[in-house]
């Protein structure tokens, strides 16, 4: 299993500020996912954070909006910057772990951003 | 390409009611398929997961679900639900995309369990 510890939990920020999230994982992994999960909506991959490496953002995100740094093996931060209302959201933290026999995607508690 | 389907936005049910939560599926590639549970205010939790051998899977809390490989679906049941079991649940799939596995979502259903 993997223990995620994600701060703040939440936040109300004003908008054109910036807001750094931290996650930090109990055992080493190799990669780090960040989502996004807008009121009533699913989940949506904004990055994959690997160590030592420039983070792989999806469709939609980009670097200089959500940067995001991996200094070791485990703990990442996501910042979301310049904020306005429609990055309202909650963002979560995850890790995977994969084999033959069992794999799963563990979660951090979230942190819920309101900006205003 | 790989999606994630869940038929129900919503769901109302009284206490001590079974309930189904259905999920379907579509991919090319070999799946494995997750149930998560996000209560009020919390992160995700894991209710169950297939990946392989028997296709009745049990999890917590007295859910459990089936994979149909011929329907491609992985539906979520309990015989009979509490007024905790009220949360958001997300059915996902996890396949081999080159050397990393991609994890999708479908896009939530609310139980809403009703006295």
């Known amino acids: 299993s993997a223990v995620i510890s994600q701060k703040p939990s939440r936040d109300i920020c004003q908008r054109g500020t910036s807001l750094t999230i931290q996650c930090q994982v109990d055992?080493?992994?190799?990669?780090m996912f960040w989502y996004r999960q807008q009121p009533g909506q699913s989940l949506t991959l904004i990055a994959t954070?690997?160590?030592?490496?420039?983070?792989?953002?999806e469709s939609g995100f980009v670097i200089d909006k959500f940067p995001i740094s991996r200094p070791n093996l485990t703990f990442s931060t996501l910042t979301v910057s310049n904020m306005s209302p429609e990055d309202s959201s909650i963002y979560l933290c995850?890790?995977?772990?994969?084999?033959?026999?069992?794999?799963?995607?563990?979660f951090g508690q979230g942190t819920r951003l309101t900006v205003v | 390409a790989q999606s994630v389907t869940q038929l129900d936005s919503q769901v109302p049910v009284f206490e001590e009611a079974p309930v189904e939560l259905r999920c379907n599926y579509s991919?090319?590639?070999?799946?494995?398929l997750f149930w998560y549970v996000q209560y009020p205010n919390q992160g995700l939790q894991l209710l169950l997961k297939y990946l392989s051998g028997s296709t009745l899977v049990k999890g917590i809390n007295g859910f459990e679900a089936e994979f149909n490989k011929s329907q491609t679906s992985f539906h979520l049941r309990k015989p009979s639900v509490h007024i905790s079991d009220t949360a958001e649940y997300f059915c996902?799939?996890?396949?081999?995309?080159?050397?990393?596995?991609?994890?999708?979502w479908g896009l939530g259903t609310s139980l809403a369990v009703n006295p």
């Open positions: 055992s080493q992994v190799t990669m």
């Open positions: 995850s890790v995977e772990r994969f084999g033959e026999l069992n794999t799963e995607a563990f």
């Open positions: 996902a799939v996890s396949y081999n995309a080159g050397n990393n596995r991609k994890l999708i």
């Open positions: 991919s090319s590639v070999s799946v494995y």
């Open positions: 954070a690997n160590q030592g490496s420039e983070a792989t953002y």
